[in-house]
């Protein structure tokens, strides 16, 4: 039978260690110690992270990725590099443990490493609410192959969707079993017989983390997908959720001149992965009861039946009389929205609608995508989810209550 040394060390007792308390041998000394290091680092690559101990069980968690972030780092330590991408600013150490209750660190071991022509794609950390999914991986790229940093403006980014040498989208893949089989982004869906169909809408996005090594072909980035539908699969509730990966490409820079993304291919494979773990709810759900927000200048009218508050973001759930085959624009956000903490800050979000480019009407400036009547139908039919992602997270315990429009005031009550 096969044994990791973390689980062989699981039973090792040292009665000559001190591990107890803040003794430079303690739990919270260690993580202390880590944490100050990874500041110090462009980026905390798990398997180099340099803790000098001295102790048989506090080496074990410097010896392995499995036994180092599951016994001292948790989810949010793990996923500040992504907000501070977003902010510039380092979280708070409450956001930071905000985040810690709410996600999930994997072990780095085997069952969750994916190994497919030469490359390796393993989740780290994962953060999760209902509507919205952040994954952390270590992408590792086939014996030989250099992953250099990029410069975005001219070089491009690391992504995990392109073309291949056929020039077909290689789109990701999200997998319920029994349920429906869809490709993200893609507004349909392939549904099980004698289940409830499920139309859904998701965005994606990819973000790479700092590198400290920038000449190997190890480079670690966040995949993050919302969900933009009216009802959806929560991404929170347990369930199996299998996510395929094609393999890896660079993005070029959007050429204006041909109005379209290019894709280098870095490599191909299959990587598939169960992102439906069970994570700890932290969910304000606010039943509006279809309170409404209008536009008395072009009569567009949405009614919210739902918003839902989390640590990362609000998903709102609504209905407008926007036509739902205009064709020219989807409404984006509802309407006027203020985030209003205890201390008197908050944030806030204009109502405002998404635009269709298409190649004769690329400017948002044009008429063309102004409302008018003919886009407009009797009573607000067409139903919508949107998400308004945080760029850092909140601590709802400190949410005093959320505005809509000048007379909806919903205060927000906590355990």
């Known amino acids: 039978m096969n044994k990791r040394i973390s689980d ?53 968690a410097a010896l392995t990725v499995t036994a180092f972030t599951a016994r001292v780092l948790g989810a949010g330590d793990l996923m500040q590099g992504l907000f501070q991408k977003w902010t510039d600013e380092p979280l708070t150490a409450t956001q930071v443990e905000t985040l810690n209750g709410m996600g999930r660190v994997f072990d780095g071991s085997e069952e969750y490493s994916v190994t497919s022509n030469g490359a390796t794609i393993t989740p780290i950390a994962a953060l999760a609410d209902e509507d919205a999914y952040y994954l952390r991986l270590r992408i590792e790229a086939p014996e030989g192959t250099v992953l250099p940093d990029l410069d975005a403006e001219t070089q491009g980014r690391y992504v995990l969707t392109g073309k291949d040498s056929e020039g077909r989208y290689q789109d990701l893949h999200l ?35 700092p590198d400290s090594d920038p000449t190997d072909n190890v480079k670690e980035l966040v995949l993050t997908l919302y969900s933009h539908e009216y009802k959806d699969i929560p991404y929170n509730d347990g369930v199996k959720k299998w996510l395929t990966v094609e393999g890896l490409w660079i993005e070029l820079p ?81 309407g006027d929205v203020r985030i209003v903490m205890k201390d008197g800050s908050a944030l806030s979000l204009e109502p405002g609608n998404a635009i269709y480019l298409t190649d004769t009407h690329r400017d948002p400036s044009d008429p063309y995508f102004q409302v008018t009547p003919d886009l407009l139908t009797e009573t607000p039919e067409w139903e919508l989810g949107t998400y308004w992602a945080f760029d850092a997270p909140l601590d709802l315990s400190q949410v005093d209550y959320v505005q809509l429009g000048e007379d909806h005031i919903y205060y927000i009550t906590t355990e």
């Open 8 to 60: 062989l060390l699981d039973h090792y007792a040292d009665e000559s260690v001190d591990l107890a308390g803040d003794s430079p041998l303690s739990s919270a000394r260690i993580k202390e110690l880590t944490m100050n290091k990874i500041t110090e680092e462009k980026k905390p690559r798990l398997r180099r992270l340099p803790v000098r101990i001295a102790a048989a069980a506090a080496v074990a």
């Open 175 to 209: 997998e319920v079993p029994n349920f429906y089989y869809s490709q993200v982004g893609l507004s349909k869906a392939y549904v099980t017989p004698g289940m409830r169909e499920v139309h859904h809408a998701r965005s994606w996005n990819y973000y790479t983390l």
């Open 254 to 334: 959007y050429s204006e001149e041909g109005e379209h993304y290019t894709y280098t291919e870095v490599f191909r494979g299959t990587f598939t992965f169960d992102i439906g773990s069970h994570f700890v709810s932290q969910v304000a759900t606010i039943d509006c009861g279809g309170a409404e927000w209008a536009d008395p200048a072009t009569g567009q009218v949405n009614l919210v039946d739902t918003m839902k508050l989390s640590p990362l973001g609000l998903k709102f759930e609504f209905r407008s009389n926007l036509r739902q085959d205009n064709g020219r624009l989807s409404p984006q956000h509802p």
